[in-house]
């Protein structure tokens, strides 16, 4: 069954914002998630938990919608945590080497637990 | 190549593309695979068209569900990267998949007529300062590389260019 594309970003918590994604992520389509990204980081959010449970397919373009943000090293750097990832999708994370980069948890609240985390040890330093 | 024993020809409509059908064809190859080709215009839509056929290509043969997904992804983005680059968008243009599926390998040629661009003459891309330096694109050459075992380039006898890709399958 195909599951037509659709994206939806809702706070998940204070500062804390999650994006479910569904269906196929494309070179036709990536431009939406990114826009969903913008508006989530307009909001001045910068921890976002991206839910992949009802992704079917994601290219190299899909994927590069959240490297595109991805800095560590900045001054406000923005944290994203992978989660529900189909595991054929988390089999390319981890063939490209991905899966040693980005972060990923098994369900939204382990997510937003991670994040926290990080706030938390980002502060500290 | 194996004899063939049965050919079949299959439309399928395009959503979002009023009155255009995707032919593709198919030929059983005994015992269990499949040799099937496709031919979609240069427009991005025709991505999800591609990856259709390659549903149905690798729901008939003798192929796990993670290495469909693995093949599908490296066939999408040849194709992807030709649309974008190879020709540009809005050029007229085609582009034509053969792949051919058994028991033990997948393999692939991707044709189009766009401007040459030898993916295997790049450098390797070392993934964690691409990603670090917050750089997005550039990374569909990297996943084919990455997740097909054979990538070779060539403009063959028709003035085509000609990707091929090849993929040991894993035992079902």
Redesign the interface.
């Known amino acids: 069954m195909t599951i037509p594309f659709k994206v939806v970003a809702t706070e998940f918590e204070p500062w804390i914002w999650e994006l479910k994604l569904e269906g196929s992520i494309d070179m036709s389509n990536y431009s939406k998630v990114d826009e969903a990204l913008k508006g989530v980081f307009e909001r001045g959010a910068s921890l976002v938990i991206v839910n992949l449970q009802r992704v079917q397919y994601i290219s190299s373009t899909g994927f590069g919608c959240f490297l595109g943000y991805y800095n560590p090293a900045a001054k406000e750097p923005k944290w994203f945590v992978f989660t529900q990832v189909p595991p054929a999708v988390k089999r390319v994370f981890d063939s490209l080497g991905l899966g040693g980069i980005l972060e990923f948890a098994p369900s939204s609240e382990a997510a937003a637990a991670l994040l926290r985390q990080k706030v938390r040890k980002s502060l500290a330093r | 190549m194996n004899n063939t024993c049965s050919t079949t020809t299959r439309r399928f409509l395009m959503k979002g593309v009023a009155g255009r059908a995707i032919e593709m064809v198919t030929q059983k190859l005994p015992p269990s695979g499949l040799r099937a080709t496709i031919l979609v215009g240069n427009e ?2 025709y ?2 068209a591609v ?2 056929f390659m549903h149905l290509v690798t729901a008939e043969c003798p192929i796990n ?2 290495e ?3 093949v ?2 490296a066939i ?2 040849a194709v ?1 990267n030709i ?2 680059h190879g020709y540009g968008a809005g050029k007229p243009g085609f582009v034509r998949v053969e792949v051919e599926i058994d028991d033990r390998e997948f393999k692939a040629v991707i044709a189009d007529r766009g401007t040459y661009f030898d993916l295997t003459a790049l450098p390797p891309l070392d ?2 300062s ?3 330096d ?4 550039g ?2 050459v ?2 084919i590389r ?2 097909m075992e054979q990538v070779e380039y060539r403009v063959n006898e028709d003035g085509e260019n000609e990707l091929s890709l090849k993929k040991l399958l894993e035992r079902v």
Do not use: I, N
Request: hydrophobic content about 35%; aromatic content about 6%; glycine content about 10%.
């Open positions: 991005s839509r991505l999800g990856r259709r569900p993670e469909a997904y693995v599908t992804l999408d983005e992807a649309m974008e993934l964690r691409h990603v670090q917050g750089r997005s694109r990374l569909g990297f996943m990455k997740l």
